[in-house]
């Protein structure tokens, strides 16, 4: 289980001659692990924690709808609610706003009242007519007008109407304006209500426009692939183009500015005071003008050694184009993804929701309002469950990229590509399934290890905001921006080593080592890669958006009902981010996908019979320019001259 194992030192690549399990005993372990999390969901289940959460509970332990047994020195508790089903809150706005939760007493009672409740006749009547007493067990109703603890033991007047139908068998108020207190914590202007209702009203009659600019940014998603996959040599060259002159630019503006304000100093006509601010900005502008430079000079010795490799990128996002045609149900990956995560996510919060009310009942003597807290071992159940979040979510993202991995892997390394599979994501699926689980496991335990401790650190860092050790602070601040690096780094070997693992069968570490020697041996094609066709990815989701915005700017201008327009653009400016980022992101995977494979076949192939290239059209395209640029190395062979280029 060790990642260091007793792999041959050198050993060839051979694309999908063979298949077998990989990295069994962390398949295992993950396996132990998800039975874990299923015991954590089941003990609270057990406990009748998770009833105590859907049926509610009272201030005294009892759960409603249920015959509860005694709890030792509490009074009130150990009553047959069998009959109240509902919790009712004697004051529902007195509310922990840090702790976010209703401090009032609450009770168990038959049925919430629909109608308001003025007085304390009221409230007798209501209990007399209804058997549902609103006041603390031990008053009875008809002593509920002269009780000298009524104020404290009946709900506080007047007792505002219920929804119809009761939240998780709560009886929440109809008129919820006393907690616009409680929603102030996650907003900050609800305050004003005159704003929060033109917003809300401006989202409820722009609903149909939202809905059309959402589905604007799934088209404008597909049109941009068409437009990377066709257009992609003029808008590769179109950018480095620019950024070239505005580097350069740059420069010669700071230079200028430089020189402008050293003559203003130098022909003494500033005051004595405005001398020395004009000696600062020049000190500044020389400094920026020089690091500019120094930018500027490094950019065009990298551009010039990189504008061969630039030209694999658009070959790569060329062919990425026919994957897409040959495997269109790449288009929907991300969205059984997101399916997955969401259903995960909403399982966990579940669970999460059921440990709050675990534990054992414990009496606050200050309040009497009875609490349930897990004590012992028992309170590292949420650690666990935690852990199980990150690992889990990371395990469905590593399953993704192997099933992308598998499905271009097979495009790539198959000759005749009328005999690829019916459905080659799904033989993917399968393949991952069958062979590769243990894999995804160990990748994404790794991913885990680096980001439990950033989040840990993340959040010690939040509460030493405003405290006065600001050099730990900022050793915090080095140590969480250390280890995001690292797990972007991690990220980015784990999904090549998924591909290795596609491509050869092999353990997450032979893999990661693998990839890593070819990488390294292409490093200038993977900066080239990773810069160009990054910047290029990212272009295309800004258009998206920009596009769907200008589009919602035009449309709501036809809408004169309401003034903000805030929130409704902001809907569907996000929205339309995701969906370009779902979409991109998956040509991004392709692409790195198909370099690697590249890589590959240009290192192990030379063309001569027996040793043919996999490679497109246009990568072989490539590849024979490549040669014919490249120095004749006399006695070398073409094959050899090739392998010097792919190894540059």
């Given at each position: 289980?060790?990642?260091?194992?007793?792999?041959?030192?050198?050993?060839?690549?051979?694309p999908?001659?063979?298949?077998?399990?990989?990295?069994?005993?962390?398949?295992?372990?993950?396996?132990?692990?998800?039975?874990?999390?299923?015991?954590?969901?089941?003990?609270?289940?057990?406990?009748?924690?998770a009833?105590?959460?859907?049926?509610?509970?009272?201030?005294?332990?009892?759960?409603?709808?249920?015959?509860?047994?005694?709890?030792?020195?509490?009074?009130?508790?150990?009553r047959?609610?069998?009959?109240n089903?509902?919790?009712?809150?004697?004051?529902p706005?007195?509310?922990?706003?840090?702790?976010?939760?209703v401090?009032?007493?609450?009770?168990?009672?038959?049925?919430?009242?629909?109608d308001?409740?003025?007085?304390y006749?009221?409230?007798?009547?209501?209990?007399?007519?209804n058997?549902?007493?609103?006041?603390?067990?031990?008053?009875?109703?008809?002593?509920?007008?002269?009780?000298?603890?009524?104020?404290?033991?009946?709900?506080?007047?007047?007792?505002?109407?219920?929804?119809?139908?009761?939240?998780?068998?709560?009886?929440?108020?109809?008129?919820?304006?006393c907690?616009a207190?409680?929603?102030?914590?996650?907003?900050?202007?609800?305050?004003?209500?005159?704003?929060?209702r033109?917003?809300?009203?401006?989202v409820?009659?722009?609903?149909e426009?939202?809905?059309?600019?959402?589905?604007l940014?799934?088209?404008?998603?597909?049109?941009?692939?068409?437009?990377?996959?066709?257009i992609?040599?003029?808008?590769?060259?179109?950018?480095?183009?620019?950024?070239?002159?505005?580097?350069?630019?740059?420069?010669?503006?700071?230079?200028?500015?430089?020189?402008?304000?050293?003559?203003a100093?130098a022909?003494?006509t500033?005051?004595?005071?405005?001398?020395?601010?004009?000696?600062?900005?020049v000190?500044?502008?020389?400094i920026?003008?020089i690091?500019?430079?120094?930018f500027?000079?490094?950019?065009?010795i990298?551009?010039f050694?990189?504008?061969?490799?630039v030209?694999?990128?658009?070959?790569?996002?060329?062919?990425?184009?026919?994957?897409?045609i040959?495997?269109?149900?790449?288009?929907?990956?991300?969205?059984?993804?997101?399916?997955?995560?969401?259903?995960?996510w909403?399982?966990?919060i579940?669970?999460?929701?059921?440990?709050?009310?675990?534990?054992?009942?414990?009496?606050?003597?200050?309040?009497?309002?009875?609490?349930?807290?897990?004590?012992?071992?028992?309170q590292?159940?949420?650690?666990?469950h935690a852990?199980?979040?990150?690992?889990?979510?990371?395990?469905?993202?590593?399953?993704?990229?192997?099933?992308?991995?598998?499905?271009?892997?097979?495009?790539?390394?198959?000759r005749?590509?009328?005999?690829l599979?019916?459905?080659?994501i799904?033989?993917?699926?399968?393949?991952?399934?069958?062979?590769?689980l243990g894999?995804?496991a160990?990748?994404?335990?790794?991913?885990?290890?680096?980001?439990?401790?950033?989040?840990?650190?993340?959040?010690?860092?939040?509460?030493l905001?405003?405290?006065e050790?600001?050099?730990?602070?900022c050793?915090?601040?080095?140590?969480?921006c250390?280890?995001w690096?690292?797990?972007?780094?991690?990220?980015y070997?784990?999904?090549?080593?998924?591909?290795?693992?596609?491509i050869?069968?092999?353990?997450?570490?032979?893999?990661?080592?693998?990839?890593?020697?070819?990488?390294?041996?292409?490093a200038?094609?993977?900066?080239?890669?990773?810069?160009v066709?990054d910047?290029?990815?990212?272009?295309?989701?800004?258009i998206i958006?920009?596009?769907?915005?200008?589009?919602?700017?035009?449309?709501?201008?036809?809408q004169?009902?309401?003034?903000?327009?805030?929130?409704?653009?902001?809907?569907?400016?996000?929205?339309?981010?995701?969906?370009?980022?779902?979409?991109?992101?998956?040509?991004?995977?392709?692409?790195d996908?198909?370099?690697l494979?590249?890589?590959?076949?240009?290192?192990?192939?030379?063309?001569?019979?027996?040793?043919?290239?996999?490679?497109d059209?246009a990568?072989?395209?490539?590849?024979?320019?490549s040669r014919?640029?490249?120095?004749?190395?006399?006695?070398?062979?073409?094959?050899?001259?090739?392998?010097?280029?792919?190894?540059?």
């Amino acid at each position: 289980m060790g990642c260091c194992s007793s792999a041959e030192s050198k050993r060839d690549w051979k694309p999908l001659e063979q298949r077998s399990c990989t990295d069994v005993p962390w398949l295992v372990v993950f396996g132990v692990f998800c039975v874990g999390m299923v015991c954590i969901c089941g003990y609270p289940i057990a406990t009748g924690a998770a009833s105590r959460l859907i049926s509610g509970y009272d201030s005294y332990g009892n759960t409603c709808g249920h015959n509860n047994t005694k709890i030792e020195g509490v009074a009130l508790s150990g009553r047959d609610m069998r009959e109240n089903k509902y919790v009712f809150f004697l004051d529902p706005c007195n509310l922990d706003i840090i702790n976010r939760r209703v401090k009032s007493i609450a009770l168990c009672v038959s049925k919430c009242p629909a109608d308001e409740l003025k007085t304390y006749s009221d409230l007798k009547q209501f209990a007399l007519n209804n058997g549902s007493h609103l006041c603390s067990y031990d008053v009875s109703p008809t002593r509920y007008v002269s009780h000298s603890e009524r104020a404290t033991k009946c709900p506080k007047l007047p007792v505002p109407p219920s929804e119809p139908v009761p939240v998780f068998h709560r009886c929440i108020p109809v008129d919820i304006s006393c907690y616009a207190e409680f929603a102030q914590a996650f907003v900050t202007f609800v305050s004003d209500n005159n704003v929060l209702r033109r917003v809300i009203a401006g989202v409820m009659a722009s609903k149909e426009i939202i809905m059309g600019l959402c589905l604007l940014a799934l088209v404008l998603s597909l049109i941009m692939m068409v437009v990377i996959r066709y257009i992609s040599k003029v808008l590769v060259w179109i950018l480095t183009i620019l950024v070239i002159v505005g580097s350069i630019g740059g420069t010669g503006v700071l230079w200028w500015l430089y020189a402008d304000h050293r003559n203003a100093v130098a022909n003494n006509t500033l005051s004595v005071f405005g001398k020395e601010v004009a000696s600062d900005n020049v000190k500044a502008l020389l400094i920026y003008a020089i690091g500019a430079t120094i930018f500027t000079v490094v950019l065009l010795i990298v551009m010039f050694f990189m504008r061969k490799r630039v030209a694999l990128t658009i070959s790569l996002f060329h062919v990425a184009g026919k994957v897409f045609i040959h495997l269109p149900l790449l288009v929907l990956q991300p969205l059984w993804t997101f399916i997955s995560l969401m259903l995960f996510w909403m399982y966990w919060i579940m669970v999460l929701l059921f440990l709050g009310t675990s534990g054992a009942p414990m009496k606050n003597n200050s309040t009497g309002i009875v609490e349930y807290e897990m004590q012992g071992p028992l309170q590292y159940l949420v650690w666990y469950h935690a852990v199980g979040l990150i690992w889990i979510t990371e395990f469905i993202l590593a399953f993704q990229q192997m099933t992308i991995a598998g499905a271009v892997v097979t495009y790539y390394f198959t000759r005749n590509k009328s005999q690829l599979p019916t459905t080659p994501i799904l033989s993917s699926m399968v393949r991952t399934v069958r062979y590769h689980l243990g894999t995804l496991a160990k990748g994404s335990f790794i991913i885990t290890l680096v980001k439990i401790p950033r989040l840990i650190l993340t959040y010690i860092h939040s509460q030493l905001k405003g405290k006065e050790n600001a050099c730990a602070r900022c050793m915090l601040k080095a140590c969480v921006c250390c280890l995001w690096c690292l797990e972007k780094c991690l990220a980015y070997l784990n999904q090549n080593a998924y591909t290795a693992t596609a491509i050869n069968s092999t353990s997450f570490c032979t893999s990661a080592r693998d990839a890593f020697l070819i990488l390294v041996e292409n490093a200038l094609r993977v900066a080239a890669i990773n810069t160009v066709g990054d910047f290029v990815l990212f272009l295309g989701k800004i258009i998206i958006v920009s596009c769907t915005a200008f589009a919602g700017v035009l449309a709501l201008n036809y809408q004169r009902d309401y003034t903000v327009w805030v929130l409704p653009i902001l809907i569907v400016s996000v929205f339309a981010f995701l969906v370009a980022h779902c979409f991109l992101s998956v040509f991004e995977i392709v692409v790195d996908v198909l370099f690697l494979c590249f890589a590959v076949d240009s290192k192990y192939n030379d063309g001569s019979p027996g040793r043919e290239y996999y490679m497109d059209k246009a990568l072989m395209e490539y590849v024979e320019n490549s040669r014919k640029m490249d120095r004749y190395k006399p006695g070398d062979g073409d094959g050899g001259e090739l392998r010097s280029m792919a190894n540059s």
